[in-house]
C-alpha cells in the first residue's frame, strides 16, 4: 500500500513543504495545526485551541476518520500558564477514551501562535 496525501479545504494550507496529513496502513499522521485567524482576530488561548481542534477534525474527516480514532495527540504551548484553559478545550473534543498525549512548552511555534497540536488517528 502507497502513502495518500490527504488535503481539506476546510483546515489551513500547510505553509511550507508539507502535507496537511498522510494516510498508510489504516494510520493517518496529521501534521500541527495552528489558528492564525483567531490569533489575528484578537481571540482568547480557549479560542485559539478550539480553532485548531477544528482543524484537526477537518483533516480527519477529509480522510475518513474522526476524534475516537485519534490514538496520540502532541501539545506544543508558547505558555504553560494556558495548561488549564487548553485542557478544558481539549477535553471537550476527546471526553470518552482520550488519546494519549503530551504537551510540551517551547520558545516559539509559526506564525507567533500559542498552541500547535498534532495527531495520529488508526481505524
Request: glycine share 6%; hydrophobic share 40%; charged share 20%.
Amino acid at each position: 500500500m502507497t502513502k495518500k496525501i490527504i488535503l481539506s479545504e476546510s483546515a489551513p494550507a500547510a505553509i511550507g513543504p508539507y502535507s496537511q496529513a498522510v494516510a498508510i496502513h489504516g494510520v493517518l499522521y496529521v501534521s500541527g495545526q495552528i489558528a492564525i485567524s483567531v490569533l489575528e482576530a484578537g481571540g482568547d488561548i480557549e479560542e485559539e485551541t478550539h480553532q485548531v481542534l477544528k482543524n484537526l477534525g477537518y483533516i480527519l474527516k477529509e480522510a475518513g476518520y474522526d476524534y475516537q480514532d485519534v490514538v496520540k495527540c502532541s501539545i506544543f504551548v508558547k505558555d504553560m500558564n494556558h495548561f488549564a484553559q487548553i485542557n478544558q478545550v481539549y477535553a471537550q473534543y476527546f471526553s470518552v477514551n482520550p488519546p494519549a498525549r503530551e504537551t510540551v512548552e517551547v520558545a516559539r511555534l509559526p506564525k507567533d501562535v500559542r498552541v500547535e497540536i498534532s495527531c495520529i488517528a488508526h481505524k
